[in-house]
Every structure is written in C-alpha cells, then in structure tokens.
C-alpha cells in the first residue's frame, strides 16, 4: 500500500513537473528574448547619443545601466507571470520599498538628478579649470553624484552636484585665452602716461603672457587716496591664471618702485580751520546779550 502511494505521488510530481516544463521554457526563452535584445540596439543607441554629443559617461548610465535595467526587467516580470508567479503582488511590494527607499535616500537622488544636468547641459568637462562652491581648481573627475577638482594647493575636493547646480560656477577654460586682471594705483601727483610706459614694459616680457592680444592698462576709478588702475594681461594656458596674476602684481610694484613712481598708502587729509578769532567774537556778543538782561538795581540802595 506504501509503495503504491509513494508510485501515485511519484506520477504526480511528474505530471506536475511536465505541465511546468513549458512555461519555465517559455520564461527562459523570453529573458534570453530581452536580453539579445538589449544587445542588438545597445550599439545603435550608444551611436545615436554619441552623435548627439552627449558626454560619454552619461551615455554609459543610459544604456548600460538604465537601459539594461528596465529591459531586463520587463523580461524578468514576464517570464515570472509565465511561470505562475502573483506578479502585480511583487510589484505593489517593492513600489511600497521604493517609496520607502526614495525617503531615505532624497539627498542622494537629488545630487544624481544634478548630475545628470551636469552631462546633459556640459556646463564644464574634465580638465577645465572651474570656480565653484569658493573653490578654484582643475576638474579631474565628474560622477553622477559628486564632481571632484584638484586644487592648485594639490588638494583633492569632492564637491556634491546639487551644489554645483545651485550656485555659481565661473567655467575659466571655456572660451580659451582668459585675460587676467591685476588692480594696481599711483598717487595723484604722477603722471599716468609714464606710468602705463613703465608698468607695460615690466609685464609685457613676463612668461605665459601674450603678445596678441597686447598687456593694456586702464585707469578705473580716482580713488580717495590714489589713481586706480587695472593691468590687464592675457593668457592661452589657463592653468597659469593665478601664477600670471602674482608675476604680474610684483612686476608692477618693482617697475614703479624704479621709476619712482609713488603708490600711496590708504590715507585721509584733514584740513583745519584757525576759528579762534570767529570763536572769541561770539563769545563776546553772548556776553553783552547777558548783560543786557541783567535786572537794573533799584535807586537808592546803597542809603
């Protein structure tokens, strides 16, 4: 009697395994349906975005991560609903998972959201020279999440994207040559002409400027103490902004210091007036005012 239970569950357990065996194949073959075909357009999108001059690394997220994700997981939740797998109840778990996830997670989301602006609108590529977040520095990697850039201190600073995209950024490497800009000031008894002679003679040699466009010196301001100028230089290597910019200040103090030419220290003149005498009139007309109001003493007192 055992033996003819276990021979009737034996049958059963194939006839089972059987009516199964199609739909595991049919769930195979539709995961291998998606996943040639993630592999026959992964190509042709890659060269599609690339003509459209997308950067490379959002364009690796794309088809390489997101692409392949949901692909495969329209096959997945296929093949699952062949093999008689509650599809609609797995999927109403992980949206409740998923809300729960994006919570914990906003911060995060909202930086890879900004980074991918960041690959969308190009506002800098790799080895640009930026300004951003106080930061001054060369970009030397850009990640979905954060953007690093290595100082001219040879520091390493990793900077979130949702930062970058809130504030403003000064892109120094975008247009190529950059003119560099160094404040500068003589006193009023100078004579300006000679001043621009001897500053544009001392920068004009220095390395890394250029000739065309030429150094040129403007008079900005007349300022309480002195005559405000800007020696204004250009470059082509833009990783030499700041060196340029200290060679330039220096070169400027020493070619004036030679010509004798003063830059004045911040001062204030005062003048004062001698009001002594104004001061002594009035005090005198006070006083005979007083007099006047003083009250006459009555005749015959002193009897």
Do not use: C
Request: proline share 4%; glycine share 6%; hydrophobic share 50%.
């Amino acid at each position: 009697m055992d033996a003819f239970i276990d021979k009737l569950d034996g049958e059963r357990l194939v006839t089972r395994l059987v009516e199964f065996l199609p739909h595991l194949v049919t769930g195979l073959l539709i995961l291998l349906f998606f996943w040639v075909l993630f592999k026959i357009t992964q190509r042709s999108f890659k060269l599609l975005l690339r003509r459209a001059r997308i950067h490379e690394t959002l364009i690796h997220m794309l088809i390489d991560n997101i692409y392949r994700i949901v692909l495969l997981a329209f096959g997945l939740i296929m093949a699952a609903d062949q093999v008689g797998i509650n599809v609609a109840t797995a999927l109403a778990g992980l949206g409740v998972a998923g809300i729960a996830v994006g919570f914990a997670a906003q911060d995060s989301l909202a930086n890879v959201i900004a980074g991918f602006l960041i690959f969308w609108d190009k506002p800098f590529q790799v080895d640009d020279w930026v300004t951003v977040a106080g930061q001054y520095g060369r970009v030397r990697t850009i990640t979905m999440r954060t953007t690093r850039i290595r100082t001219n201190n040879n520091t390493h600073v990793v900077i979130p994207n949702r930062k970058i995209i809130d504030e403003v950024m000064v892109n120094h490497s975008q247009h190529g040559m950059t003119r560099v800009v160094v404040p500068t000031g003589i006193a009023y008894k100078e004579y300006i002409p000679k001043a621009r002679q001897v500053i544009l003679e001392a920068v004009g040699d220095l390395p890394h400027v250029l000739q065309d466009p030429a150094p040129d010196v403007v008079v900005t301001a007349h300022g309480s103490s002195s005559i405000d100028m800007d020696v204004r230089v250009w470059i082509s290597d833009i990783g030499q902004e700041q060196p340029v910019y200290f060679a330039v200040m220096e070169a400027t103090k020493l070619a004036l210091d030679a010509a004798g030419i003063e830059i004045p220290y911040p001062h204030l003149q005062l003048f004062v007036e001698n009001v002594e005498d104004r001061v002594w009139s009035r005090l005198g007309k006070v006083s005979s005012l007083s007099g006047l109001a003083e009250p006459a003493e009555p005749a015959g007192a002193d009897g």
